[in-house]
Each structure stands twice: as structure tokens, then as C-alpha cells.
């Protein structure tokens, strides 16, 4: 596999450091060849630097993609809307031959050269089709039998499509193809592909915002899942901390929040604590202690053997 850089953005190393932790675990324990880069700054954000200055967002996304472009390797991140935001400039500087020339020739200043060889991966697609199925699963020590996932893809996952080309937009599969790897099972619910309404927030709608979260989490408790499974801090944030809020109110929804990450560190074999579930907002202890009860059945553990052997693994 070619070397790759990962981009954490702003929001997980500053609010979620623990995700970030998540993350180094299982790239590390998959023996996967990645390398922190010095020089990225914020992605930047669409919302709030695209509707002020447009020009600048695409120029400070240009010197970020430079920064691969020059050491010949492909960006990984773990955040939705960085990959987003960067693909967008990308796809729309490429374009314009007139606009990358106008933001080559800026960039010149500050010794950078904007090319768009390298390739730009969110952690879902990235584990799906880099990785592999088939490498994920032989991994795993102790997979998911018996525990109920809804998927929580997020907007910009796949959006925009054209730029991206992650997964279907209307139809996404990979992050439910994932969990099955894992063992889990992938729950359909009917406002799965529904916003989570953080962006609500940063425009001081917070009322608005937590009423979507509150619709979607209240289909969830009433589904009876297990847990949330999601990849994007910005989603993280508005149900894992949100829904904290909310429960300091007297409204208890109950449904703890788990990044991809966590859920396979802890299929590998690493604890809780390693991966900074202890982080978590919403307490994980029901999930992990249900899983534990689940796997711990002897029929459970032979069927996961005999599974695995048919795969071919080491077990």
C-alpha cells in the first residue's frame, strides 16, 4: 500500500483528542503505513471561510493539497467534512485551468505548487476499498455477533458526489458493508441518511440543532439498537455531546455513539481505555458490557471460529 498522510483537521485534535487516539490505534495495530505531515492548517471549512471569501477558501485548501502533492503521497482523514471541503476546491481548481494558474501563481510566493496528483480518502472509503474486506476480517479477535448498529453516514460523506465518488449518495452501502465485517448487524431506519443538524449550531440555532438529533435518536431508542456507529466529529459532537445535554435535561435517549475506529480497536482486541471510550460523553459501559455477555456464549465463540476458518484466517 503507498504511504499516506493523515489530515485530523481542526475539531478532533482540538475538541476530541481521543478520536484521535482511536484512530493512531487501529492504523498502527493494522500495520498500515501512515505519517503525521507538519503545515496543514484548518481544511478550511465551507460554511463559515467559503461564504466570506470564496477565493481564500480555495487557495488555503490548494496549500494544504500542495503539501501531499509534493512528498508523493495520498491524504486519509477521519473527517468527513475535511475530505469534503478539500475534494470540492480540488475538483473545481482542476476544472479551471485560468483559476489554477491564478492560485499556483499565489501559492508560488510561499514556495508551494498546487497539482492534484494525490489522492484524497475518508477513513469509510479508505477501509473499504484500500484496505479491504478481507484484511479487516482477519484482524478481528472478537467480532460484533449479535449487536444491533444504525449507521449514521452524516451529509458530506458522500456529498458532493461528483467530487467525491465515495459511495452512492442515495444509497450508501461501504459503511454498513463495514460493520458487517465486524460482526455487527447494520440496522435500516428511516432518517439514516438524515442530517445530524450540528452546522445549525455554529449559526446560533442550537434549539434547531438538538431537535434534529432529537429525531433521529428518538427512532434509535424506539429500533432498539445497540449503538450509533459514525465517522465525522462535527456528527460526533452533535450526538455524542448533544445528546449528554440532553440528558442533563431529564431526556434520556441512552444510545452511546461509537466511531468506526473504536469499534474495530475493540474487535482487535485493544480495551476501552486504549482507545479513549472514557472520553465518550454518553456512557459505553451498556454496549461493552452486552457485548461481553453476547461473546462470551459458547455458541457464539464457536460459530465466530468456524466463520473465520472458512475465511481462511490465522485462527
Not at 461493552?288 to 462470551?296: F, R
Request: one cysteine or more; aromatic letters at 8%.
Amino acid at each position: 500500500m503507498k504511504e499516506f498522510a493523515v489530515f485530523w483537521g481542526c475539531t478532533i485534535q482540538a475538541r476530541f483528542p481521543f478520536l484521535e487516539k482511536s484512530v493512531r490505534v487501529v492504523l498502527k495495530g493494522m500495520n498500515l503505513p501512515f505519517r503525521d505531515m507538519d503545515g496543514f492548517t484548518c481544511c478550511p471549512e465551507k460554511s463559515l471561510v467559503n461564504n466570506i471569501d470564496h477565493g481564500l477558501w480555495l487557495l488555503t485548501a490548494a496549500r494544504n493539497i500542495s503539501l501531499v502533492d509534493k512528498e508523493a503521497v495520498d491524504l486519509v482523514s477521519p473527517c468527513t467534512g475535511c475530505v469534503s471541503n478539500l475534494a470540492t476546491a480540488k475538483g473545481e481548481i482542476l476544472s479551471n485551468p485560468r483559476k489554477e494558474g491564478e492560485i499556483n501563481s499565489l501559492l508560488k510566493e510561499v514556495g508551494r505548487e498546487f497539482k492534484g496528483t494525490s489522492r484524497l480518502y475518508h477513513l469509510v472509503p479508505f477501509f473499504h476499498d484500500e484496505v479491504g474486506i478481507q484484511k479487516i476480517k482477519q484482524s478481528i479477535k472478537r467480532d460484533f455477533s449479535g449487536m444491533r448498529f444504525a449507521v449514521h453516514y452524516g451529509c458530506h460523506m458522500m456529498r458532493p458526489s461528483h467530487s467525491l465518488k465515495n459511495d452512492d449518495p442515495l444509497e450508501p452501502k461501504k459503511f454498513d458493508n463495514l460493520i458487517r465485517a465486524l460482526g455487527g448487524e447494520s440496522v435500516e431506519y428511516s432518517t439514516k441518511l438524515m442530517c445530524c443538524g450540528q452546522g445549525l449550531d455554529r449559526v446560533d440555532q442550537h434549539d434547531r440543532a438538538l431537535q434534529m438529533a432529537r429525531v433521529k435518536l428518538r427512532e434509535l431508542k424506539n429500533t432498539g439498537v445497540d449503538a450509533m456507529a459514525l465517522c465525522c466529529p462535527s456528527c460526533f459532537l452533535q450526538f455524542d455531546n448533544n445528546q449528554h445535554l440532553m440528558e442533563k435535561e431529564g431526556e434520556r435517549f441512552n444510545v452511546p455513539v461509537l466511531y468506526l475506529t473504536d469499534l474495530m480497536g475493540l474487535a482487535m482486541g485493544y480495551t476501552p481505555q486504549a482507545l479513549g471510550l472514557d472520553g465518550h460523553r454518553v456512557d459505553t459501559e451498556p454496549f461493552l458490557k452486552k457485548w461481553k455477555e453476547i461473546s462470551s456464549r459458547p455458541s457464539a465463540a464457536a460459530a465466530f471460529s468456524e466463520g473465520m476458518k472458512k475465511e481462511g484466517s490465522f485462527i
